[in-house]
Each structure stands twice: as structure tokens, then as C-alpha cells.
């Protein structure tokens, strides 16, 4: 497993980087919209079932400098971490994994969602970026515990949260609006004190 480092500077935009040899995952720039407008619109038909309805501006680039200054806002304010995944040899864009809805007090917890392009989903991509932020969250942002959910039928998610070492705990009804009709979610959840092949996850 190559060595993986990640840097932060506290309630900084763009100040995220987590990076191993061969992935390098930051917060979104302007300078990011060709990329991902070409990659987005190629996968549209690959990501439309398992994402909220597409808005008529989805893909335009005021509606991308939107996503960005909003991506940074809740960055600023401690609610969410979203991050670009790159291939770090020639920075091209594969996809996206949010550190979402972070709970400080009690709870010290957060949601991950996640989105791949078409042509580089099934080769570990996603499960590498797992595997930078993961760490990031336990070590880094000193939380607990890491929840996500996916449609039942997403077998794909199902089988990469799995193998990340998360654990499915129920069946949510009616859970989210997903490309136009109310799904049922499975939840799943990791946590800090959780083993990965016998070693603890938790470095604080």
C-alpha cells in the first residue's frame, strides 16, 4: 500500500490535500470546470439512477462556480469537505467523494458520498480514495464515526463499503430523493475503534 500524508490547515478553503503515490484528492476549483463538465456529461446516463435529479443548469459552468463557492463555504464552516479525486501523475479527474453532514458535540460523526465517471469506474479508484480519507477522518477531523448509504440495488457501492471495512446496521424507508422517486437506503457505518485486518484505525 503506497504511503498516503495528508495536510490541513483548520477552517482554510483549498487547504485539504490528501495524496498517496499514485491519488491526489483536493476541494474543487474553477479551473476544474472542464474536466468535470466532460466527465459528467459522458457518465450522465452512468450516474443519473443513484444521484437526486438533475437540474436543467446541471452542467453549466454558473452552476459549477456555484458548487464551488458553496463547497468552500461549508468547508469554512466545519459542515462538509468535498474533494476531487485525481490521478496524481497527470491530474486527470475521475471522480468526487464528500465528507458530508459533520456532527461535532455527542455525535462526532459525518456522512461520505461518493460519485466515479463511467470510464474509470470498477478499477479501485474509489477504493483507493477510501483509503486516503478514512484516515483523514479518524485522525485528521478527530471523528468517531462514518456513515453511508446506498439504493440496495447499488450492489457495486454495496460491495466497495464492504471491503473498506464498513458495516451494514439497518434499512432506512423512504430515505432520499434519488433521480426523481423516495428510495430505501441500507445504512452503513465505520468506526474509529473498528479493526482493519487486525490493526485499529483510530492514530489519535
Not at 165 to 194: C, P
Request: aromatic share 12%.
Amino acid at each position: 500500500m503506497p504511503k498516503s500524508v495528508f495536510r490541513f490547515l483548520s477552517r482554510q478553503p483549498e487547504a485539504v490535500e490528501l495524496q498517496n503515490d499514485r491519488y491526489f484528492l483536493r476541494l474543487p476549483r474553477y479551473q476544474d470546470f472542464n474536466q468535470w463538465h466532460r466527465l459528467r456529461a459522458e457518465s450522465r446516463k452512468f450516474l443519473e439512477p443513484w444521484e437526486p435529479t438533475w437540474r436543467r443548469d446541471e452542467l453549466t459552468e454558473g452552476a459549477y462556480r456555484a458548487r464551488v463557492i458553496r463547497g468552500k463555504q461549508e468547508y469554512a464552516s466545519g459542515q462538509a469537505i468535498p474533494l476531487f479525486i485525481f490521478l496524481k501523475d497527470d491530474m486527470t479527474l475521475v471522480g468526487g467523494i464528500t465528507i458530508g453532514y459533520i456532527r461535532r458535540g455527542a455525535a462526532q460523526s459525518c456522512m461520505i458520498g461518493y460519485w466515479m465517471g463511467e470510464r474509470h469506474a470498477g478499477q479501485g479508484h474509489m477504493f483507493a480514495a477510501l483509503q486516503l480519507v478514512i484516515p483523514y477522518i479518524f485522525a485528521g477531523l478527530e471523528l468517531h464515526r462514518i456513515e453511508a448509504a446506498c439504493i440496495p440495488d447499488n450492489a457495486r457501492s454495496i460491495r466497495l463499503l464492504e471491503k473498506a471495512g464498513f458495516q451494514q446496521e439497518g434499512y432506512l424507508r423512504g430515505y432520499l430523493k434519488i433521480n426523481g422517486q423516495w428510495h430505501d437506503h441500507v445504512m452503513f457505518s465505520r468506526l474509529a475503534t473498528d479493526t482493519d485486518k487486525g490493526r485499529k484505525t483510530d492514530s489519535r
